[in-house]
């Protein structure tokens, strides 16, 4: 049974950083690719980034370019989300999801799905 289970969010000021992990389990994920999204109160979950398991190629919306880093260490079976610059617009639930080929930006193409992790940005 495939599992993922974020860890590090918190409350951090605007400007600052965070490094969220996904540690996967119960299957080979090297056909996979793994994927962040996160969710405001009120709004629509959205992608954040997704990186290919094998080849390690990356995917960033716009919104999250040239500040946050997705990243995998095949070794440990986890994924980060480097974040930097944090601004307000960034708090959201924050949740990992895994799919099978090549990173994608939609959500329905995901099949399993981790709790989340909270961040909240304060200005």
């Known amino acids: 049974q495939v599992q993922l289970v974020e860890s590090g969010g918190g409350l951090v000021q605007a400007g600052g950083s965070l490094r969220l992990s996904c540690a996967a389990s119960g299957r080979a994920f090297s056909a996979y690719a793994m994927g962040w999204f996160r969710q405001a109160p009120g709004k629509e979950r959205e992608f954040v980034a997704a990186i290919d398991w094998s080849g390690g190629n990356t995917y960033y919306a716009d919104s999250v370019k040239g500040r946050f880093t997705i990243s995998r260490d095949t070794a440990k079976n986890t994924v980060y989300l480097q974040m930097n610059s944090l601004k307000p617009e960034d708090t959201a639930v924050y949740y990992c999801?895994?799919?099978?080929?090549?990173?994608?930006?939609?959500?329905?193409?995901?099949?399993?799905w981790g709790q989340g992790t909270q961040v909240t940005v304060s200005s």
């Open positions: 999801a895994t799919r099978l080929g090549t990173g994608s930006k939609w959500s329905g193409e995901y099949d399993y």
